[in-house]
């Protein structure tokens, strides 16, 4: 059986949640390679905003069609890992909130250091810190909690 061609409903929504898991590590690229882009020099900016793109590209190219594709496997039944009780499923809630509670922790730190790290940056760059810490928590903890496939339990 091939990764394309899952033949049960919890095969395709695992697949959809390793997708997703994914995506959102691509996204906390992206949002990372901003800030950085945003404190970098000119040569720097230029190779981060190419990185932005490629990583952009990626999942709109990859991830948006093999989402359809694996949503609409099953005639007319559309499939949903956040509605799942697969372990893949629960894996991604849980990544979700691990992420929630990591970037509420984050804000709270920023909050105090107001005067050394918020007086420096942009509102936009901020932002897109807090975003990229939130994602990559998400992915981060969604590769762990899913790497052993559920074999661990029990």
Not at 105 to 110: G, H, I, R
Not at 128 to 145: E, H, I, N, Y
Request: proline fraction near 3%; glycine fraction near 10%; charge should be neutral.
């Amino acid at each position: 059986m091939s990764y394309f061609r899952p033949g049960t409903r919890a095969e395709v929504t695992d697949r959809l949640a390793e997708l997703t898991g994914m995506a959102v590590g691509l996204g906390a690229l992206i949002y990372g390679a901003s800030v950085v882009q945003s404190f970098s020099a000119p040569a720097v900016a230029m190779t981060l905003d190419t990185i932005r793109m490629v990583c952009g590209i990626l999942v709109l190219a990859v991830y948006l069609p093999l989402t359809i594709w694996f949503k609409t496997r099953f005639s007319g039944v559309i499939l949903n890992p956040w509605k799942s009780d697969s372990f893949m499923g629960a894996a991604l809630k849980r990544a979700g909130l691990s992420a929630f509670a990591a970037s509420v922790m984050f804000m709270v730190l920023l909050s105090t250091l107001d005067r050394l790290v918020l007086s420096r940056m942009t509102a936009e760059s901020v932002i897109d810190l807090v975003l990229a810490v939130a994602l990559l928590v998400f992915a981060v903890s969604f590769l762990l909690l899913g790497r052993d496939g559920g074999e661990g339990e029990g």
